[in-house]
């Protein structure tokens, strides 16, 4: 079992939703529409299970009469991302969610839908079950990059000190190793925690 399935969806406390439908409802992804049909084209597993549950809405505002605080809350979290454009978001919706917010083909639902969410950064519909719980996990994740920028400084101090060829590599190893944290969250703003 990977570190992911053991530190985040195994411990991902799933009484928290509220089974409410709006996860379902309305959402997006990382690639516009087009970028989707190409990789599912090219037999991209995670495009190909993607489409053949979410059908695209027309437009934003389509997305919006289906849930309009989902809606604005993707676009308001989007917007701090430096390639944020509207024009190439696409808000999908799923076919086997039914009227009474219940999912038809629930019992053999793919793993995209029961990894939702699927890491402490994703965007959650205003009032999910979940939203206090992935602040928390976003947290953490935060604590443990400051924790690696603080030990840089102290591999930087410390290389100062060392003559012994033997030691710096080992250090310049834990440096690399550091820096390979700091990257990993990086999309998310890293830089400035």
Known sequence: MSSYEENYLNKRPQELCHMC???????TTKHPYEKLLELQKQGDKGACEFLELFVPFESIDEARKADS???DNIIEQLKSDSNYDESKITFYTCRCLQDDNKC?????RPALCRHCPSTPWAIVPPGCGFEGWLFMKREEDKERVRKAKEELLEMEVLKRKVTNPDTLDKICAV????NRTIEMYKK???ENW
């Open 21 to 27: 439908g709006k996860c379902c409802r309305v959402v």
């Open 69 to 71: 605080g989902t809606v």
């Open 104 to 108: 038809s083909i629930y019992e053999k």
């Open 175 to 178: 440096e690399h190793k550091l």
């Open 188 to 190: 998310y703003g890293s």
